[in-house]
């Protein structure tokens, strides 16, 4: 099992941060450079998690999302620890561009066949933040 921090504020990535431009009668699809930096510096964290050679077995992927806490979350009825997050943005447009820029822990996105996503409010006093785990699925019965 590989499980790790990264210390930055989630961003939704609808199409996985790709626009559609037609050139000469044809679409042609590119990443935005937004989308591009930002798995960049996923990809940057999680280098020293890496496997020395890409996974080849089914996979269980679980990613918690921390976002950032609205001040109307900061009174003293509400939990000081991180609570869900039920607003914009979605999870899945969070999880396609994370699970791209991890994409050299296995050998293809295919592989995942257990997935878990969650996002959460920050707890008062933290920072927002990506909490990733990776591990090898053996059985159904895990």
Not at 14 to 27: C, D, V
Not at 51 to 61: M, T, V, Y
Request: glycine share 2%; aromatic share 10%; with cysteine.
């Amino acid at each position: 099992t590989i499980a790790f921090c990264i210390p930055i504020a989630p961003m939704s990535l609808q199409m996985a941060g790709k626009r559609l431009q037609i050139r000469n009668g044809k679409p042609i699809f590119f990443k935005t450079k937004k989308a591009s930096d930002y798995q960049k510096i996923i990809n940057l964290y999680s280098i020293k998690y890496k496997p020395s050679s890409p996974w080849d077995c089914a996979l269980r992927l679980e990613i918690d999302y921390f976002l950032e806490r609205p001040i109307r979350l900061n009174t003293k009825k509400t939990p000081q620890c991180p609570i869900p997050h039920t607003k914009r943005p979605d999870l899945d447009n969070l999880q396609k561009g994370t699970q791209d820029a991890l994409r050299d822990f296995w050998l293809d996105d295919s592989q995942i066949a257990d997935l878990a996503i969650r996002k959460f409010y920050v707890a008062t006093g933290q920072q927002p933040s990506i909490k990733i785990k990776i591990s090898k699925l053996e059985s159904i019965n895990e």
